[in-house]
């Protein structure tokens, strides 16, 4: 039921783009981005409901293909800051609850 | 800065100690959560409490018992663990279960890092 995330890690220089891919192999919902520092917790980017709906901040945004069940999170003009592990994660009804499972994860280093 | 406060920041215990891990969060939200991380892999979700009942487990094993006082507190009582259990262990909440079509935002803390000897 993980999504699966790629590339698995990817190496930039400042000021290139990136594209992170989250593909579910059942029905997408929603889609929840976060990014994690080393040693730190994940941080909320943002969250996607509807199939086709695209949001972003600053630089970085996403895009939600609820047939094709996956998302993409795109970086653009990337920074040093921009360094970290990226997870989409998805709800999961249970029947009786629901929870986020996180996808696999996608490292992400931006270099001078 | 995260809302979600967890102590303490690191442990380390011997395998026949009983220790106890605390979050608490007074942002309003009814449901919490442990997560427990292991180096360079994804969270791997625990348990879900929804107004103060435990509404999952993803079958855990029993040396780790969680316990949610009220609605801002959760712990994770600790006791015969193992080497293997060492990680990063995350504290959550969000306003309510995150659900299909929902935007309830998880929030997590900082984390407790576990060692066990």
């Known amino acids: 039921q993980q999504p699966v995330q790629s590339p698995q890690a990817v190496i930039l220089r400042e000021g290139e783009d990136a594209v992170i891919n989250c593909s579910s192999s059942?029905?997408?919902?929603?889609v929840h981005w976060y990014r994690q520092k080393h040693g730190e917790a994940p941080i909320f980017l943002m969250i996607?409901?509807?199939?086709?709906e695209q949001k972003g901040h600053d630089k970085i945004s996403a895009s939600f293909n609820e047939k094709k069940q996956q998302s993409s999170l795109y970086l653009t003009a990337s920074q040093l800051s921009y360094s970290g592990t990226y997870f989409c994660?998805?709800?999961?009804?249970?029947?009786?609850?629901?929870?986020?499972?996180f996808g696999t994860g996608t490292r992400l280093q931006v270099t001078l | 800065d995260t809302e979600v406060t967890q102590t303490p920041k690191h442990l380390v215990m011997g395998m026949t100690n009983k220790k106890s891990l605390k979050c608490e969060q007074h942002?309003?939200?009814?449901?919490m959560y442990w997560y427990k991380q292991k180096a360079k892999k994804p969270p791997e979700l625990m348990f879900v409490?929804?107004?103060?009942?435990?509404?999952i487990n993803e079958s855990v094993p029993s040396r780790f018992s969680p316990e949610c006082p009220n609605s801002s507190l959760l712990n994770l009582h600790l006791h015969a663990l193992q080497p293997e259990d060492s990680a990063l262990y995350l504290c959550?909440?969000?306003?309510?279960?995150?659900?299909?079509?929902?935007?309830?935002?998880?929030?997590f803390g900082e984390g407790s890092w576990l060692t066990v000897v």
């Open positions: 996607l409901l509807k199939g086709g």
């Open positions: 409490y929804s107004y103060e009942k435990l509404s």
């Open positions: 059942k029905a997408l919902y929603s």
């Open positions: 994660g998805t709800a999961i009804n249970t029947g009786t609850a629901s929870k986020l499972t």
């Open positions: 959550a909440s969000s306003q309510r279960l995150p659900g299909h079509y929902s935007g309830n935002t998880i929030y």
């Open positions: 942002m309003g939200h009814r449901a």
